[in-house]
């Protein structure tokens, strides 16, 4: 097995795995995206176009929280991004701020899915998420003097954590 290691030590299966994130994280997000808009969806059957739920539109209960985790899982990616090409040039002093954002992706994307549908156990979801963003929160504060995308991902988790403690407050 030849696993050659770049200077910092991250070999190719970490930089391989972190990069498989954010493309699911991507993904992810555009699913999310679409649930979000699917309240205006139509169809056309044959001369007749029908519109579902022509009722008045309201958001859905949990927007906020749905719009907080979507908007982790961007800063997430975006920082994710950055972090593995820096790495891939030798400088390691984000490869915590990787790992921690690399695993608020498929928390935030939990927490968007589950908030969307009003889960029967997105409290208890909530409270996980509050303690993985706080990881990364407080990881990429480190760096958000150096690395705007570090500083948008600390910022973006501090709201996910916020929205989070409003849901399980009420």
Not at 22 to 49: K, Q
Not at 98 to 105: G, K, P, Q, V, W
Not at 113 to 142: P, W
Request: proline share 2%; glycine share 6%.
């Amino acid at each position: 097995m030849n696993t050659k290691q770049n200077r910092g030590g991250m070999n190719r299966r970490e930089l391989l795995k972190g990069t498989g994130a954010v493309g699911a994280g991507l993904l992810v997000s555009a699913a999310i995206a679409d649930s979000a808009s699917a309240n205006s969806h139509m169809h056309n059957h044959g001369n007749h176009m029908m519109h579902h739920n022509s009722a008045p539109k309201r958001m859905p209960v949990n927007m906020p929280l749905i719009q907080s985790a979507q908007n982790c899982l961007t800063s997430a990616n975006i920082c994710v991004s950055h972090c593995l090409i820096l790495i891939g040039k030798g400088d390691n002093s984000l490869q915590e701020c990787l790992r921690t954002a690399s695993e608020m992706i498929p928390s935030c994307n939990g927490l968007g899915q589950l908030a969307s549908m009003n889960a029967k156990h997105l409290k208890q979801y909530a409270e996980y998420c509050i303690a993985v963003c706080n990881d990364c929160e407080i990881e990429c504060r480190k760096h958000q003097d150096h690395h705007w995308q570090c500083r948008n991902c600390a910022e973006a988790c501090a709201e996910c954590i916020r929205q989070c403690k409003l849901l399980i407050a009420a």
